[in-house]
């Protein structure tokens, strides 16, 4: 197996540089495609059809994630298939660079995150992780309640990341290679659900 996977590691590489190419440079469809072509599989299930908010709303959808690996949002918008605002509690410039959609960064201030974080609503729909870190684990880490408190249109959403060689989430080191290791994998595989709007009480 340890074999096996030092073989594989040049061609992972390179397979992971195409694969976040067609992410960044096509459109949500085509990148699907042709990710699923290179061995990528994405389950997406939505167990509601919620749309968005009414027309009159001035506050965007806020999608809420448990955090498997740094590609969360990325996968979320091209099932979705439209454009989200990720907010991230952390985030190097590299894995900005290569993210195919808009990222912001917040300061761990309840009050500055919280005034950001209504500001971009008003704009448009956003995704965020409230446990602020990645966990492979089968539980959720403690987690901010921020989210909670910023709009009624709060939709969750339920991650799952499988691979077979290289994990896409460490707990120390450089954070920024996570996307890299997950994509490095021959089939890796991403599973999402959408489940129900929250009620608003």
Request: net charge positive; proline share 7%; hydrophobic share 45%.
């Amino acid at each position: 197996a340890t074999l096996a996977m030092f073989i594989w590691l040049p061609i992972g590489f390179f397979l992971a540089v195409f694969r976040i190419s067609i992410g960044v440079l096509l459109p949500y469809h085509v990148a699907n495609f042709l990710a699923s072509l290179s061995g990528v599989r994405i389950t997406f299930k939505s167990h509601n059809l919620y749309n968005g908010p009414p027309e009159k709303s001035k506050s965007g959808v806020l999608y809420v994630c448990n955090h498997r690996t740094l590609l969360d949002p990325v996968f979320l918008t091209t099932s979705l298939g439209k454009p989200l605002t990720a907010v991230t509690y952390s985030l190097s410039k590299f894995s900005e660079l290569i993210a195919p959609l808009k990222t912001v960064s917040l300061k761990r201030d309840r009050k500055k995150d919280g005034e950001a974080m209504q500001r971009l609503l008003s704009k448009g729909d956003l995704v965020v992780c409230p446990e602020g870190t990645t966990c492979r684990e089968p539980y959720l880490l403690r987690f901010s309640p921020l989210f909670a408190e910023l709009t009624e249109d709060i939709v969750p959403v339920a991650v799952d990341a499988r691979v077979s060689m290289f994990y896409g989430t460490t707990a120390s080191g450089l954070k920024c290679l996570d996307p890299i290791f997950f994509l490095m994998n021959p089939r890796p595989v991403y599973c999402l659900e959408v489940l129900k709007k929250l009620p608003k009480e």
